[in-house]
């Protein structure tokens, strides 16, 4: 996956700040838009201990070829992303107005200073929830938002894959939060 992020400096990093905390928060967003309720809790487990919100979109690298002999037409290609680019957009502009109201800074991972908490967006190229399992390797714990009822089944696939791929604890998050996490 490439994010413009060198993968081992931000482990590193994290790992230097870490203090047996979970100071850094991954959202990553496989084609879903942030909900309040992720932000939220999001916001909750960083206010525990000034930590960092890194929600992480990522554009999927689609396949050239459909099948043995079959070549996707440029046309569908084009589309496809142009679609995908219109839906970031969305997730991107959802997610800075339920940061904004949060009240918490908008700063880049390796600026922030591990003070007081702090948030970005970061996207990738990759493989989609492939690329994000591997992203969040450098994170203390992964939040995702399951949806009731499922509008999709994309979010299932990320959730198994930064499961199972990751080895990071992974947070689950409703619609209606506890008054207390952690």
């Known amino acids: 996956c490439t994010a413009g992020l060198d993968s081992d400096a931000l482990y590193y990093k994290n790992n230097l700040r870490r203090k047996d905390t979970m100071k850094t928060i991954l959202l990553p967003l496989n084609g879903s838009i942030p909900t309040e309720s992720l932000i939220r809790a999001a916001v909750k487990l960083a206010s525990q201990n000034g930590g960092y919100i890194q ?6 690298n689609l ?8 070549t996707l037409p440029a046309e569908y290609l084009t589309q496809f992303e142009n ?3 219109q839906l970031e957009a969305k997730a991107k502009a959802a ?7 949060s009240d918490i800074l908008v700063a880049e991972l390796d600026q922030w200073d591990g003070a007081s908490i ?3 967006w970061v996207s990738l190229k990759g493989s989609g929830a492939i690329a994000l399992a591997e992203f969040s390797r450098t994170f203390d714990l992964v939040l995702m938002h399951r949806p009731v009822p499922e509008g ?3 979010w299932r696939t990320t959730c198994e894959t930064v499961l199972f791929e990751s ?7 409703s619609n209606n939060l506890p008054t207390r996490i952690g």
């Open 63 to 70: 396949p050239i070829i459909a099948g043995e002999g079959i």
């Open 167 to 173: 080895g990071r604890p992974l947070v689950l998050v």
């Open 152 to 154: 999709t089944t994309e």
């Open 118 to 120: 702090a948030a970005g």
């Open 55 to 60: 929600a992480a979109w990522c554009q999927q």
């Open 83 to 85: 679609e995908e680019h």
């Open 95 to 101: 997610f800075d107005e339920l940061v904004a109201k």
